[in-house]
């Protein structure tokens, strides 16, 4: 790797001193193809990220298309709807993701949670008018936060690269596998109309952009060098807390310089139930709706 970094720098200098002729043009432009490819290998640092020039490029094609549609919207709805309209409609969005809740978590046998979660769907679907009113988290029903992801991750399956996906954000092949199957089976999917179907996909996903405006004033103003490696590294812490229900064991020494996600004993060497394992750390309730679809995930993720 040094001599095909050492070689790229010698093609840099030569390439900046020789005189821009007409005759030359075309064979400075392969020569900065050249470049390209060589310094592409020299540019990944991070073993969790093989893929890092591809996914720099999504992301910073993500951020441009937030900043200019999706933020702008999200800002302008912040400005028209009141908040406790805001509220009720992520508590309904939260409400349909619940059904992921109650999946997941008796794919990763924790039926007690589960049941719990049934509950939550059936009091605030009735009492809390589709809920729109989160009934279940007063009266001590507290709402869950699992997805696809971490149920693959629980059975032990590694996450594998990280990958950018376009739209969605930060992922790995893992967990963006998880992603796609949700986004598909998604109740709100399921929904004949067209229009009924795109307008609450639209409305859940301004929703949930402006419930992360405040989140991304902080982000912005504690960021000043690399954006990316920031949002790519509390991925992985983020993952790997919600992975260990909030309560993760302490890293080795040796990987404290690069949090990852810890890969899970196969599921015949842990308890039948994890959880119980150790006291779960109570988590902050969620209102965004559970499921962050497109771009929101690329300026942020600490919701």
């Not at 937030?66 to 509220?87: G, H, M, N």
């Not at 008018?129 to 279940?136: E, P, Q, T």
């Not at 690329?298 to 919701?303: D, P, Q």
Request: some cysteine; proline content about 7%; glycine content about 8%.
């Amino acid at each position: 790797m040094r001599a095909i970094c050492g070689f790229s720098s010698f093609v840099r200098s030569s390439y900046a001193v020789t005189a821009p002729t007409g005759a030359s043009k075309a064979r400075r432009a392969g020569i900065a193809c050249l470049v390209a490819v060589v310094l592409t290998g020299c540019a990944t640092t991070d073993a969790r990220d093989p893929l890092e020039p591809l996914n720099r490029g999504i992301f910073e094609v993500n951020d441009a298309v937030d900043r200019a549609v999706v933020k702008p919207v999200a800002e302008a709805y912040v400005a028209v709807v009141p908040p406790v309209a805001r509220t009720g409609v992520s508590n309904f969005f939260g409400n349909i993701y619940d059904v992921w809740n109650v999946v997941n978590n008796l794919l990763q046998g924790k039926v007690g949670t589960a049941f719990s979660d049934v509950g939550r769907i059936a009091l605030n679907t009735t009492v809390g008018l589709l809920g729109v009113v989160d009934v279940a988290s007063r009266v001590g029903l507290d709402k869950s936060d699992e997805d696809l992801g971490q149920t693959l991750g629980w059975w032990g399956l590694p996450h594998g690269p990280y990958l950018v996906l376009p739209f969605l954000g930060p992922s790995s092949v893992r967990d963006g596998t998880g992603t796609i199957v949700q986004l598909v089976l998604d109740p709100q999917s399921q929904i004949d109309d067209d229009a009924t179907r795109w307008s609450l996909w639209g409305l859940r996903l301004i929703n949930n952009r402006a419930n992360l405006l405040s989140a991304e004033r902080v982000l912005d103003s504690a960021v000043s060098d690399d954006r990316y490696a920031f949002v790519r590294d509390a991925y992985f812490q983020r993952r790997r807390s919600q992975l260990w229900d909030g309560n993760p064991p302490r890293e080795k020494e040796s990987s404290l310089s690069r949090p990852s996600v810890v890969q899970l004993a196969p599921i015949w060497s842990r308890p039948a139930n994890p959880v119980s394992a150790a006291p779960k750390a109570p988590r902050a309730a969620n209102t965004t709706g559970e499921f962050p679809p497109a771009i929101l995930v690329t300026r942020t993720i600490l919701n």
